[in-house]
């Protein structure tokens, strides 16, 4: 059973991880550069400068995403805590099979991915590499149990995990139609916002189709997905966006203009409803 958990890495997400494990009745250490720099840490977590001398149970790193830097931070874990702790990265696109290549216990190596707020979501996507023993997905999967979180399992490493390659696979299609002038940004938007979303809280993807018939969908697929973009490139309209010094709320103008908007302010009302609908989600 996993008792204690240390997160390497305490930015958005690794703050998130942290709160969700400490919610679940886990000892949470945080392991920082800069411990002294981090204020108000959540009930229950705890932050260091140095690795403790008592091995974690779990350890996740929320790192940036370089993979010799991944691959030097586990190096050090193994060197100094062996097999004892399993290991888990929550990088979301490198190849978790590089990681493992590298790895003297690599049966204690496991992806756990959360989506932002990764305190928030009910769901984690888990990734299991060839080596990952039962043991090891059995400990994760029972602690994130604990956090009031279901493990989404890949049973192979794939690269984007399931939640990242459908995100991208929509985003995709949609850079191409804004990029062929067929639509707006605000019209992709309104179309999330107010069809698919409403309607896959409730019945997802595949359950929808299977109350909508499958017969319907085969022949939408057959006349359809040759019409898509398969050009296997990302479109030039976002690498173009980011060549100009577009990068959204960060720069002021990406897809919409957010000069002169209280970004704090929709942040807060976007998670206030962000809240209300996982409490309506989470209902028998």
Same mark, same amino acid.
């Given at each position: 059973?996993?008792?204690?958990?240390?997160?390497?890495?305490?930015?958005?997400?690794?703050?998130?991880?942290?709160?969700?494990?400490?919610?679940?009745?886990?000892?949470?250490?945080?392991? $920082?550069?800069?411990?002294?720099?981090?204020?108000?840490?959540?009930?229950?977590?705890?932050?260091?400068?140095? !690795?403790?001398?008592?091995?974690?149970?779990?350890?996740?790193?929320?790192?940036?995403?370089?993979?010799?830097?991944k691959?030097s931070?586990?190096?050090?874990?193994?060197?100094?805590?062996?097999?004892?702790?399993?290991?888990?990265?929550?990088?979301?696109?490198? @190849?978790?099979?590089?990681?493992?290549?590298?790895?003297?216990?690599?049966?204690?190596?496991?992806?756990?991915?959360?989506?932002?707020?990764?305190?928030m !979501?009910?769901?984690?996507?888990?990734?299991l590499?060839?080596?990952?023993?039962?043991t090891?997905?059995?400990?994760?999967?029972?602690a994130? $149990?604990?956090?009031?979180?279901?493990?989404?399992?890949?049973?192979?490493?794939?690269?984007?995990?399931?939640?990242?390659?459908?995100?991208?696979?929509?985003?995709?299609?949609?850079?191409?139609?804004?990029e062929?002038?067929?639509?707006?940004?605000?019209?992709?938007?309104?179309? /999330?916002?107010?069809?698919?979303?409403?309607?896959? /809280?409730?019945?997802?993807?595949?359950?929808?189709?299977?109350?909508?018939?499958?017969?319907?969908?085969?022949?939408?697929?057959?006349?359809?997905?040759?019409?898509?973009?398969? @050009?296997?490139?990302?479109?030039?309209?976002?690498?173009?966006?980011?060549? =100009?010094?577009?990068?959204?709320?960060?720069?002021?103008?990406?897809?919409?203009?957010?000069?002169? =908007?209280?970004?704090?302010?929709?942040?807060?009302?976007?998670?206030?409803? !962000?809240?209300?609908?996982?409490?309506?989600? @989470?209902?028998?």
């Amino acid at each position: 059973m996993i008792h204690h958990v240390m997160v390497v890495g305490y930015g958005i997400m690794g703050q998130g991880i942290a709160i969700s494990f400490a919610r679940g009745g886990h000892q949470v250490t945080v392991l $920082s550069r800069n411990p002294r720099r981090i204020d108000a840490l959540p009930d229950g977590v705890d932050a260091v400068g140095e !690795l403790p001398a008592d091995p974690p149970d779990l350890i996740i790193e929320a790192v940036p995403e370089r993979l010799e830097l991944k691959i030097s931070l586990f190096a050090r874990l193994e060197k100094a805590y062996g097999d004892l702790p399993i290991l888990a990265t929550n990088t979301s696109g490198l @190849s978790l099979e590089a990681m493992a290549a590298e790895l003297q216990y690599p049966h204690q190596f496991i992806g756990i991915h959360y989506f932002q707020p990764a305190e928030m !979501l009910p769901s984690v996507e888990v990734m299991l590499v060839e080596q990952t023993d039962q043991t090891t997905l059995q400990r994760v999967t029972e602690a994130l $149990s604990r956090n009031g979180q279901q493990a989404v399992i890949i049973k192979r490493p794939i690269a984007g995990y399931l939640a990242n390659r459908l995100q991208h696979a929509m985003l995709h299609e949609a850079f191409s139609m804004i990029e062929q002038g067929v639509v707006s940004a605000e019209d992709v938007d309104r179309v /999330c916002k107010t069809m698919f979303g409403p309607r896959m /809280c409730v019945t997802g993807l595949l359950e929808q189709k299977d109350i909508s018939g499958l017969a319907t969908t085969a022949a939408a697929q057959q006349a359809l997905v040759p019409q898509l973009n398969h @050009s296997g490139t990302p479109t030039r309209l976002i690498q173009d966006m980011i060549a =100009r010094g577009q990068l959204g709320v960060k720069s002021g103008t990406g897809f919409y203009d957010w000069n002169n =908007r209280d970004i704090a302010a929709y942040k807060k009302e976007a998670m206030k409803k !962000l809240v209300k609908i996982l409490e309506i989600i @989470s209902e028998n």
